[in-house]
């Protein structure tokens, strides 16, 4: 099951890196370097939890 859960929120975050290539430079200019990484990061932290 662990094994499941760590290939899923990898997938998940070569989702959210790749999406992230594609938004536009204005968004990155209205968001904080912290707070792009601090949502990324707990949201698929959190997703990672549950599933374990």
């Not at 760590?6 to 990155?28: A, E, G, V």
């Amino acid at each position: 099951m662990v094994k499941l859960a760590y290939k899923t929120t990898n997938l998940i975050r070569k989702d959210l890196f790749d999406r992230m290539q594609t938004l536009p430079l204005r968004y990155f200019d209205s968001k904080t370097h912290g707070e792009i990484m601090s949502r990324f990061t707990n949201d698929v932290d959190n997703v990672q939890m549950m599933l374990e």
